[in-house]
């Protein structure tokens, strides 16, 4: 018999997992016992190839920790190497500064459902860098 492949070990996204009730009820829950917590959802890019699934998509995160911080957290828990890319994208669509704290990315950026999103890969997902391109050529010329 074959192994089931990974597409249908995949997990459904979180969004499609829960309605937006429980999501919004969950969130409630969390605020109401911690607080100063930051509820985070973390899932991997649907199109992800080299980096690991995590083990849990849920974070309570403390609201003074740094973008650079959290990246950190969840770099040690895939253990990636050094050299191993990973970007961590908000909202599925940026790349958040490194020294903003876990708060303030979660003002800006929550979801209706309270959670905050976010997307993991190994490269940047989305055209790779066009900008880039044009300021490295306007150097050459």
């Not at 429980?22 to 607080?35: D, H, N, S």
């Not at 985070?40 to 992800?48: G, L, N, S």
């Not at 969840?74 to 876990?102: D, E, G, H, K």
């Not at 959670?115 to 900008?131: D, P, R």
């Amino acid at each position: 018999k074959m192994p089931p492949s990974e597409k249908s070990q995949h997990a459904k996204p979180f969004k499609q997992r829960k309605s937006l009730a429980t999501r919004k009820e969950e969130v409630a829950g969390i605020r109401l016992k911690f607080p100063t917590k930051i509820p985070v959802i973390v899932e991997r890019y649907h199109r992800e190839k080299y980096l690991p699934s995590l083990d849990k998509t849920k974070f309570l995160v403390p609201q003074e920790l740094t973008m650079t911080q959290f990246i950190t957290i969840i770099r040690n828990r895939m253990s990636l190497t050094p050299s191993q890319a990973f970007y961590l994208l908000v909202n599925n669509s940026s790349l958040a500064s490194m020294s903003l704290t876990m708060a303030e990315v979660y003002k800006d950026n929550k979801d209706e459902d309270g959670f905050l999103y976010m997307t993991y890969a190994s490269q940047e997902m989305f055209g790779s860098c066009t900008e880039c391109t044009a300021v490295e050529l306007s150097k050459a010329g």
